[in-house]
């Protein structure tokens, strides 16, 4: 389970003309996992396009993101390691996340580590890991 703490985002490329171009925005927040296999804070940082139909409420929307978590796996040594997430947004975020093999320190080292959610809110999201050693 995981909360976002904060969300900033930022437009990237703006819409031009009549016609409605994609969107890019960068967004930027800071996830606090818990009650979980996984229990720390992850610094997320992604890439949305909006298509050019996305108005109202349920906003079509594709994103690509990266995230840098900083914490523990079953209570154990501490560790860093970093995520790819890539999903999309239509009511609801779907999300998949892998970890990206390499990227781990300390007690996340030697895992492979995948997962995914759906979320509709900020706060108590949550989110389902796979955890393999190798």
């Known amino acids: 389970m995981f909360d ?15 016609t409605l171009a994609p969107v890019l925005t960068r967004v930027k927040t800071e996830r606090e996992y818990y009650n979980g ?6 610094v997320m940082e ?3 396009v909006y298509h050019p139909n996305a108005e109202g409420p349920s906003k079509y929307v594709d994103y690509l993101g ?12 501490p560790g860093e390691i970093v995520f790819k997430e890539t999903g999309y947004y239509e009511g609801k975020a779907n999300s998949d996340l892998e970890a990206i093999e390499g990227s781990a320190t300390g007690g996340l080292k030697g895992l492979k580590i995948s997962g995914s959610y759906v979320a509709g809110d ?4 949550p989110c ?3 955890v393999f050693k190798k």
């Open 4 to 18: 976002c703490n904060n969300w900033e985002e930022t437009p990237q490329a703006p819409r031009e003309g009549p």
């Open 37 to 42: 296999p996984l229990e720390g804070v992850g």
């Open 46 to 48: 992604y890439v949305f």
């Open 66 to 77: 990266w995230m840098h978590f900083k914490g523990t796996y079953n209570g154990g040594e």
């Open 122 to 125: 900020m706060k108590q999201i």
């Open 128 to 130: 389902s890991f796979r």
